[in-house]
């Protein structure tokens, strides 16, 4: 089976910008893609080809859509998207031959003009019928949208060629589910508002009978109910619930929505009919986040009986911006469909009952959960001498599905031991993704702790298809993330992570499981334990092998807490964690360093030459093969991308396509070579598992099949932009490959300490550093990487400054390969032991003991492992490499002026006095800040390399008197004043001078940093062991320390572990009571490790910052002050800051000089450090507000001769918000000092070793960019080229300006900033009166870039002119490019705004050809009758658009034109360009954009530009302008009528769901309320309204739409509201002030209601667009545009109609609809609440009319109010039932029933006939009468239902329902409950005719059952008598019950009243007249007479037998009288005798 599609042509192609599109067709179905040829430079192409699509066996779905796209090739970058349609499949299901001319519409879905004629053939399958798709339905996807996925379709199926080597649709099927798992994959963790909304439409054969359903949801935990349907198993809801939650995209798709459909007749225990769960995430991952009118498989999990019925459902998940779907149903859909073709169930199979079997052995590394108090307790009372407890009571869960079985507790224990097997029942296929392992701590009186969480993917260890395989999963290890290991009894704000939300931050242990599936049924016990066996096999698996870590530290910049020493932790697993004492203490950890200041904003290290390198022994399973596999494919892509960007250069570059594909040839070839090569398998040691082998022979097969995918590209030869399309398309299948399930290695994190407390980690993957012996290493595997650190948990999404940047390398590998990790060093790896030197402050002296002494004197750096010089030895394989030698921590040799080039130095002058007495020298008269003594000012030494730039002065710049005094009671304790008291004994002052840097070289430099160190010896101080320590001793200070480090060396090739073990030793200072804690203290400590580089160069980095635009605005006025910090290793710059700007050009060269880079030149080249750019508000008063950032890399010169321009580029700013504009600059390293080896020089030679001004080849760097006022300018070559261009400026007008500083904004003038040019506007002289400008026209001739790349934004500044000459900045806005403003120098005509009128008007003929003769027609339709239109009005009209036709029948037969519906607003429409041809409308921002309310609109600027370039010369004339004969801008008296047809979805405002809407609108200040005329109860209101204002354009021109909720008793709740803005309507040129009616009616349903005729209207078009009036020949032809239309060409084919005009106006509107007008039109426009911005609330149909007073008065309205329901009456006698079944059994074992028959309409009463008793042939006779009086609409055929759904409801709810008709048959019950026996429902618009007799009355009379079967319409019939057959579902299957006999008569209300009836037999008894029935006599009710029944139930069937029983009763009674009445004398006589 299969279809073709023949691409003939398409026409009206949209034009690129510099020519004409390179257009192809493509076509889509099911994944699937075939497209034609390209046809170059062509508006018109024609391609003639046709289109295989290969369905592989599978019917054509009706439910699918085939969809049809047009796109433009370009030869860079992707085929842009010209325009797209969807043609449903069922119509070529139905046609078979399908050829037809579809319209396009653009990606927005915004119809175009654009046209593509195809034609589709489809061939059916031979077993009959295109559609229905077989009796499987579709996957769990749904079926055929292209964006759907199939959720059991695992991750690295192969797409499967189909028979013409095309795709088929399972693997396209495969393909989307790959999609889906690379969306899951890079969704945000970031909280944000989500909206979920579901509609319940109606369920279908739902198994029971009368059941009475209800449809229950649940998700988030909230669970909402439908209404409850009486006696239905097909009920229709269609209502629709809303969910709303903060949540994260990564968690909302794992979120699980259950659908249950309960029996609300029966009790809960056993009411469940069926349910339906599936997680968030197969949603999430189709088209737009939606679903509609899916059908879900419901059945029961507790019984495995099959499928309970259908449930159809409508889903969506709306983000912020998300525009919501229309749940609406289209028309046109079939009465009965085909669920099955529509099914969300698993793929081609019903739900099979399954287990999972997960083996839970062991788990390790599980970190303390409770707390220690009581082993304090005990330790305290000395019971506490056992073994120390482990505090954690692990249990693990097993969910999946919404289920979960837990294994058993065990306590005290950080490694438990399960060995349990856990089985977990679910339906398989199953919807669920995701198997969840959570660990949880066990709680005796609170809840239970989450440990962590493990999550594993059921689409990645699983596959479906013929060669698919069950999930299957290990032996393995499943790693557990969440928040940090540290146990705090308050818990932390990370604690969530354990839960499995969001990126966990550490390793919390793992468990070794084993997964298998089993297809059986629910086992009967959920936990067993393991067989001793599996546990016994198991042990292999846990064998470990030996892992080194290492990293080397290279830099640490931009550290942002600076409260404590810094220091870095590397751990993998439980190695490395300092703060976990279980494992042995390595060098995790770098050595604690206090930040120090570059000068200028930030924070660095100061490593310098010796750069810390850490090593972590780990142990691990060998998994290698696994990694290495992953690294390989990785390995490929990378290869593939990176050869991508250089084909794209080529193409960029303009090269040959024959070399552009001998590029992708080689490409291919070298990339099947790679493929061919075998993937890694186990070996030696290394143990695969089931999944392995299944895994690695899927990888195989895809890679296989990529290679054979290349060849047919070979073959075909296509473009290379195809070729290179394909390509990657299979980089992204091998990307999907490279996912490893089974990573039982966990992953590397790196966590920076400030003090002890965790602030910033990373989080690195092994595979990516993980060293391979044979070559297939990780990516970052021993080469430099930038890691930027992130806060942990929710801090990560609230704060904006970067924690830390950090330059390192990675090695992971076996201990055996360690080697790799040395070799691969360009710098020396030295390693020390370390040890501090502890001492305090004692009666002025430093001394080891006293009370503040609490450390040892000799310790680690936390003093709390006891480690004495002495008492290091070197651990085995390792030997002393010098002697101990003081180390100082590096910060101390930076003084607080490092890194300024400018410094104020301060002293004190402190002076005391005695109390009342003068004030004299201090003893101490020179201080600093601190009260330490400071020699005299004129004693401070200037630096070398500094010079004074002024003489010592007082600083008056703070809180002192005239004198410059402070003043406080003792300078110690502080608290200094400006003002003097008499307890005042101490004051001082400050004194101040600047020095500036005039040239510091290296070697001064190092003499400084020398001495320091040598006067301070190396002693670090602080006023507390756990406080900060600082180089410089102060008076606080009571205890110092110093570091002590010596050099070891190993003594052999083979490196060892070098760990330090001590032994217990008495020393003087241990005062260790416990001896247990000494050898706990002094058991391990790991040396320090460094890298020493042997080459070091310097560089100078050159930035060129030239601009940044659309800032985001940081002041109230709506502006910022920015500069930019630019960051580079440990140094930084800012530019100059720019005032009151959003575009600011800072155009500035920032220099960096010094900068020091270790490593040869050549591997800085390869992979140079990266540039950081921050851009900042500057503010006078707090910090200032941090706008975006931007990373890149500097291009990196290392020799003059290298000729290479750096560019200046776009780099986006980010910030937390996401885009925050963006900047123009680029980076340039050059390299400016010699290479020199340390080790070769002497350390003179290293003191004096300065950076030299040449390169390596002598060459002298380049000159330095010229200068402008002190600062470096962008040199020429790198700065923009500059032309002169000339903008036209249109300032329309200010609309709704809002108060600023509390006063209206009524003078307001706009000032322009482009580029350097500033122009102002007129001042409007007041807003209220008029908006407009009085000279609207402004011209700037200035210079801009050239090239359009670099064109500046337009800054608009609105300033308010207010009293006393105040002119304030109200606001401002930012148009980012004028890109989209350039135009020709030469103005064109302005008709071809839409279309060029030769495509126009193409249907004209050019004036002189094919000469016809002129003859007026008469007018004919003045001859014809006007026929009834009783039933026609507008509602017809509206029907007859929308395709429900059915609904309108009259009308079609008419041939009446219908109206153009649009899905969106007017504006939105693409021909229409918004209307802004006129003016565009700007908003006026005011307000700080990093406030959570982000900016204020102020107003609105209406405007527009122009910008063209003009000559060089200035002399030159100018060209003409553009902008020019301008419409009057005074204000327009208009009359507006306002048409609101409907709202539908709208937002729920009752706690019942539902709302009671009305309108409410509002134009200028006048309101209309139609708040009387709410509707109850309703989400789809129809409003049927017009409205009608006067208003002045533009005084009021915003005309608001507020859909608000009806309250009795609170104010009414808003819905949503839209606005219309009327003048850019009015002012367009597409004249949307009304729409052009299709043709000229003047009376009738569409009378032409414009102010002006047709021809009126024509000549106005052709002035206002300078085209010649319009030339009449007759009235029947007309020459527009040089074009000449005739009547006859657009009416030779249409019926005359009463209704018509004159011929010269019919002509005249019939060009009108071919010119690029508005013709008549309903809108559909978004409501929105300021509640809610982001979400839609609903929409709203409606159209508006604007009819100016200058042009007349307008035409007569249109009437669309609502159609009003017709009342009639349904009369049903029920006459007799025949062949009922016999339900129950008498007392004599007969078999009968007490038959009686039940009936009802929906929204009426039920009513049921007499019983009919003791029926034993089953037939009953009633004689009873029905009456049901119901309301009906029968345009629309549907029954109008209103009640009210409480008791205590206020207003009635409406529901339009089938008018169907249910008869049920019933046996009557004394004392249980009735019993049913049959039902039948009847619509009376498709009856089924009755059959005459009883005989011949058969299921096969109803259409359910026989699709021939005759129906009529009972409201055409009037009348039906017969017999009707009425059944019952049982298992399934239908059985007949019996037969009804009935006569059924539906009549209107006025028949009613002349034909009066009652109900039942009651009087009036007429129409007809109903005698009692003629029953058995054995018919009644056997309590009314017992006798009776005595009579004909018992005598009748037993009369024999009592009559006999009776006889002989007497005869013994007889002959016991007899013998008791012999006389006693005889007695004796007789037995004697």
């Not at 225990?269 to 997680?279: E, H, K, Q, V, Y």
């Amino acid at each position: 089976m299969s279809f073709t599609v023949l691409a003939k042509k398409a026409s009206n192609v949209p034009k690129e910008k510099f020519g004409k599109s390179d257009p192809y067709c493509q076509i889509v179905y099911q994944g699937q893609k075939q497209k034609t040829k390209v046809v170059k430079d062509s508006d018109a192409p024609e391609w003639n080809e046709t289109l295989g699509f290969d369905l592989a066996g599978k019917a054509l779905e009706s439910t699918e859509s085939i969809t049809v796209e047009l796109k433009d090739w370009e030869r860079i970058g992707s085929d842009k998207l010209l325009g797209q349609a969807v043609v449903p499949a069922r119509d070529l299901i139905n046609s078979k031959d399908l050829e037809l001319s579809v319209k396009l519409s653009d990606k927005n879905g915004r119809p175009t003009e654009t046209t593509v004629d195809l034609q589709l053939k489809y061939v059916a399958p031979a077993s009959g019928g295109g559609g229905g798709g077989g009796s499987g339905g579709d996957a769990v996807d749904g079926g055929g949208d292209g964006e759907d996925f199939d959720e059991d379709d695992p991750e690295g199926e192969i797409d499967e060629p189909g028979p013409d080597g095309k795709p088929t649709a399972a693997s396209a099927a495969r393909k989307r589910k790959r999609d889906r798992q690379k969306m899951k994959a890079k969704l945000s963790t970031k909280p944000q508002d989500f909206q979920v909304r579901v509609k319940v439409v109606e369920a279908r054969q739902l198994e029971g009978s009368n059941v009475h359903p209800v449809c229950k949801l649940t998700l988030f935990g909230e669970t909402k109910t439908t209404r409850v349907k009486k006696a239905t198993g097909n009920p229709i809801w269609n209502e629709v619930f809303y969910y709303s939650n903060n949540i994260s995209p990564a968690e909302i798709v794992d979120e699980m929505i259950n659908f249950e459909v309960y029996n609300s007749k029966k009790l809960r225990s056993d009411a469940l009919i069926g349910n339906f769960s599936c997680d968030c995430g197969l949603v999430y991952a189709m088209s737009k986040h939606t679903v509609l009118n899916k059908w879900l498989l419901l059945s029961d999990s507790e019984d495995q009986s099959g499928v309970r019925g259908y449930l159809k459902i409508c889903m969506a998940i709306l983000g912020p911006g998300d525009e919501a779907p229309s749940f609406k149903a289209k028309p046109g859909d079939a009465e009965h469909e085909d669920i099955e073709s529509n099914l969300l169930m698993p793929a081609g199979m019903t739900l099979a009952p399954a287990n999972f079997i997960l083996k839970a052995y062991s788990a390790e590394d599980l970190p303390r959960m409770d707390s220690a108090m009581m082993e304090g307790v005990k330790k305290f009372f000395g019971v506490g001498k056992q073994k120390p407890k482990e505090l954690s009571d692990p249990y693990m869960t097993f969910s999946f599905a919404g289920q979960t079985v837990s294994t058993k507790v065990l306590y005290e224990t950080y490694s438990p031991e399960f060995n349990q097997e856990l089985k977990l029942a679910f339906k398989f296929p199953s919807v669920a993704e995701n198997l969840t392992l959570r660990m949880f701590d066990w709680d005796r009186i609170s809840a239970h702790d989450i440990i962590a969480s493990g999550i594993v993917s059921v689409s990645q260890i699983s596959r479906s298809g013929d060669d698919g395989y069950l999930p299957t999963f290990g032996p393995c290890y499943v790693n557990f993330y969440g928040s940090t290991r540290e146990f705090s009894e308050l818990g932390g704000d990370n604690e969530y992570l354990n839960k499995g939300n969001g990126e966990g931050v550490a390793y919390r242990g793992r468990i070794l499981v084993e997964l298998k599936t089993n297809l059986e049924e629910k086992a009967e016990v959920d936990v067993v334990d393991c067989d001793p066996e599996d546990v016994t096999r198991i042990s292999k698996y846990m064998r470990r092998h030996r892992f080194m870590l290492n990293v080397a530290f290279l830099e640490a910049t931009m550290i942002c807490d600076t409260d404590a020493p810094v220091e870095f932790e590397v751990s993998i697993g439980t190695y490395g964690n300092k703060l976990d004492d279980t494992v042995m203490p390595t060098a995790s950890c770098t050595q604690p360093t206090n930040a120090v200041f570059d000068g200028c904003r930030y924070n660095f290290l100061p490593w310098e030459n010796k750069r810390p390198c850490i090593s972590v022994e780990s142990f691990w399973e060998d998994i290698s093969f696994r990694i290495d596999t992953i690294n390989i494919l990785l390995g490929i892509v990378d290869m593939m991308e990176s050869r991508f960007l250089k084909i794209k250069t080529a193409q960029k570059a303009n090269l040959p396509e024959i070399e552009i594909k001998s590029m992708l040839y080689s490409l291919m070839d070298e990339l099947a070579v790679k493929l061919k090569q075998p993937l890694p398998r186990a070996t030696g040691s290394q143990l695969s598992n089931e999944l392995d082998k299944l895994q690695l022979l899927n990888r195989e097969t895809e890679m296989a099949g990529i290679i054979e995918d290349m060849e047919k590209v070979r073959l075909r030869d296509p473009e290379p932009a195809e070729i290179l399309t394909e390509l990657s398309t299979l980089a992204e299948t091998l990307k999907a490959q490279a996912v490893e399930p089974q990573n039982s290695i966990p992953d590397v994190f790196i966590w920076m300490l400030v003090g002890n407390k965790r602030t910033a980690y990373y989080r690195l993957p092994v595979h990516q550093i993980i060293y391979s012996p044979d070559g297939h290493s990780g990516k970052y595997c021993a080469k430099e990487m930038t890691v930027v650190l992130k806060h942990p948990g929710q801090k990560a999404h609230r704060e904006w400054q970067i924690p830390a940047k950090l330059r390192l390398k990675f090695w992971f590998g076996k201990k055996q390969f360690e080697e790799e990790w040395t070799k691969c060093q360009t710098d020396d790896v030295v390693v020390m032991a370390e040890t501090y030197e502890n001492q305090v402050a004692l009666l002025g002296k430093w001394v080891t003991r006293g009370p503040a002494m609490t450390r040892p004197k000799f310790s680690d750096s936390t003093g709390k492992l006891k480690l004495k010089k002495e008492s290091f030895f070197p651990p085995a394989g390792w030997e002393w490499a010098g002697d101990w030698h003081v180390s100082p921590e590096l910060s101390l040799i930076y003084n607080r002026d490092a890194g300024h080039k400018s410094f104020i130095e301060d002293v004190y002058e402190l002076q005391t006095r005695i109390p009342a007495g003068p004030w004299h020298m201090a003893k101490v008269f020179w201080t600093d800040a601190l009260n330490d003594t400071m020699p005299a000012k004129e004693e401070v030494e200037l630096p070398e390399g500094w010079e004074w730039d002024n003489d010592w002065s007082v600083d008056m710049n703070r809180g002192v008197d005239d004198e410059g005094f402070e003043y406080c009671v003792e300078s110690t304790i502080g608290g200094f004043g400006p003002v003097e008291k008499t307890y005042h004994l101490s004051r001082r002052r400050r004194w101040i001078r600047q020095r500036t840097m005039v040239a510091e070289s290296n070697a001064i430099k190092e003499k400084r940093d020398q001495e320091a160190l040598k006067a301070s010896e190396g002693w670090e101080y602080a006023p507390l062991f756990n406080m900060k320590f600082h180089g410089k001793e102060s008076k606080m200070d009571l205890v110092r320390r110093r570091r002590w480090h010596r050099k070891m060396k190993a003594t052999g090739k083979e490196s060892k572990p070098c760990t330090f073990s001590f032994g217990d030793e008495d020393g003087d200072d241990s005062d260790d009571s416990d001896a247990e804690e000494k050898a706990k203290a002094g058991c391990l400590a790991a040396p320090r490790m460094f890298l020493e580089s042997t080459q070091v160069n310097k560089y100078q980095l050159r930035a060129y910052i030239y601009q940044a635009r659309s800032l985001m605005a940081a002041d109230d006025n709506a502006r910022s002050d920015p500069y930019a910090v630019v960051g580079f290793g440990t140094q930084s710059q800012l530019t100059r800051v720019l005032d009151k700007t959003l575009s600011p050009m800072w155009d500035q060269t920032l220099i960096f000089d010094e900068i020091t880079l270790y490593g040869p030149a050549e591997l800085v080249a390869q992979n140079p450090p990266e540039v950081v750019i921050e851009v900042f508000d500057k503010d006078l008063i707090g910090k200032d507000e941090f706008l975006g950032r931007t990373i890149c890399k500097p291009m990196v010169k290392l020799s003059m001769s290298d000729e290479r321009t750096c560019v200046l580029q776009w780099h986006e700013l980010i910030n937390r918000r996401g885009n925050a504009g963006e900047m123009l600059a680029s980076f340039e390293l050059l390299l400016a000092g010699q290479a020199a080896s340390l080790m070769d020089l002497t350390d003179t030679e290293t003191d004096a070793m300065q950076p030299t001004s040449q390169l390596m080849n002598g060459e002298d760097l380049p000159f330095a960019p010229p200068k402008r006022n002190d600062l470096y300018i962008v040199p020429t070559g790198i700065r923009p080229v500059m032309r002169r261009t000339a903008v036209e400026i249109l300032c329309w007008g200010m609309r709704n300006m809002k108060r600023y500083q509390l006063l209206s904004i009524t003078s307001p003038s706009v000032e322009f900033e482009i580029g350097d040019a500033v122009i102002q506007s007129p001042i409007i002289k007041n807003t209220k009166k008029n908006p407009n400008f009085s000279n609207a026209l402004l011209f700037v001739d200035t210079m801009l870039p050239k090239e359009e790349y670099f064109m500046p934004p337009v800054n608009l500044r609105v300033r308010d002119h207010r009293a006393f000459g105040r002119k304030p900045t109200v606001g401002m806005h930012v148009i980012r490019s004028l890109e989209k403003y350039m135009v020709s120098s030469t103005p064109q005509p302005t008709y071809i705004t839409a279309s060029n009128t030769d495509q126009v008007l193409m249907d004209g003929s050019p004036n002189g050809d094919n000469p016809e003769t002129i003859v007026d027609m008469p007018d004919e339709q003045k001859a014809l009758q006007p026929p009834d239109l009783e039933d026609i009005d507008w509602w017809c009209k509206y029907y007859t658009s929308i395709g429900e036709e059915d609904k309108a029948l009259k009308y079609v037969e008419m041939g009446l034109d219908s109206v153009m519906i649009y899905d969106g607003p007017l504006e939105s429409v693409p021909e229409f360009d918004g209307f802004t041809d006129f003016c565009d409308t700007f908003e006026i921002f005011t307000g700080d954009a990093d406030d959570d309310e982000g900016q204020e609109v102020i107003g609105e600027f209406k405007g527009g530009f122009k910008v063209y370039e003009l000559p060089e010369d200035p002399n030159a004339p100018l060209p003409p302008k553009h902008l020019d004969a301008l419409p009057n801008p005074d204000p327009e008296e208009c009359v507006v009528r306002v048409y609101l047809i409907q709202a539908y979805d709208l937002q729920p405002a009752d706690p019942n769901g539902l709302a009671d809407p009305y309108l409410e609108v509002t134009l200028g200040k006048k309101s209309i309320s139609l708040r009387d005329s709410y509707k109850p109860n309703t989400l789809n209101p129809i409003f049927g309204e017009m409205l009608e204002f006067k208003c002045h354009i533009p005084l009021q021109k915003d005309l608001k739409i507020v859909v608000k909720d009806y309250d009795l008793l609170t104010s009414d709740d808003p819905i949503g509201e839209t606005i219309i803005d009327l003048e850019n309507r009015y002012l367009s040129q597409y004249r949307a002030n009304c729409g052009v009616h299709s043709v000229y009616y003047t009376s009738g349903p569409c009378q032409w209601r414009d102010a002006c005729k047709p021809t009126e209207i024509l000549e106005a078009f052709c002035k206002r667009h300078r085209l010649e009036a319009p030339v009449y020949g007759g009235n029947t032809q007309v020459t527009v545009a040089g074009r000449r239309h005739t009547l006859r060409e657009y009416e030779q084919n249409k019926e005359p109609s009463p209704f018509w005009g004159p011929t010269k106006e019919r002509l005249a509107c019939y060009v009108l609809n071919r010119l690029p007008m508005v013709k008549e039109h309903i809108e559909t426009r978004i409501l929105r609440n300021k509640l809610q911005p982001a979400f839609d609330q609903g929409k709203l149909q409606c159209w508006v009319d604007i009819f100016p007073k200058s042009l007349g008065p307008p035409g007569p309205p249109v009437d669309i109010s609502a159609r009003i329901p017709k009342r009639y009456e349904l009369r049903v006698v029920i006459w007799n039932t025949t062949e009922v079944v016999l339900d129950e059994t008498n007392l004599m074992g007969e078999q009968m029933s007490d038959i009686y028959v039940k009936g009802w309409l929906p929204g009426t009463k039920k009513q049921k006939t007499d019983v009919h008793y003791r029926s034993l042939d089953g037939d009953g006779n009633f004689n009873w009468r029905f009456v049901f009086p119901f309301e009906y609409l029968p345009a629309e055929q549907v029954l109008v239902d209103k009640k009210k759904e409480h008791f205590w409801s206020l207003d009635e709810t409406e529901e339009r329902t089938q008018p169907i008709f249910t008869v049920q048959v019933w046996d009557n019950d004394f004392i249980s409950a009735d019993d049913f026996l049959g039902s039948l429902e009847l619509n009376l618009n498709c009856m089924p005719k009755p059959a005459k007799t009883a005989k011949a009355c058969k299921l096969t009379q109803l259409p359910d059952f026989n699709n021939q079967a005759k129906c009529v319409s009972l409201f055409e019939q009037k009348k039906l008598n017969g017999f009707w057959p009425v059944y019952e579902t049982v298992q399934g299957q239908p059985q007949l019950q019996g037969k009804v006999e009935m006569e059924i008569e539906i009549v209107t209300a006025k028949e009613a009243e002349e034909r009066p009836t009652a109900s039942a037999r009651d009087e009036p008894n007429m129409h007809p007249k109903l005698d009692p029935p003629n029953r058995p006599a054995t018919s009644f009710f056997f309590l009314s007479n017992p006798f009776k029944s005595c009579k004909h139930i018992i005598w009748r069937n037993y009369k024999w037998r009592i009559i006999i029983a009776l006889l002989t009763l007497l005869l013994i009674a007889i002959i016991v009288v007899f013998i008791y009445s012999f006389p006693k004398e005889i007695w004796p006589a007789i037995f004697k005798g």
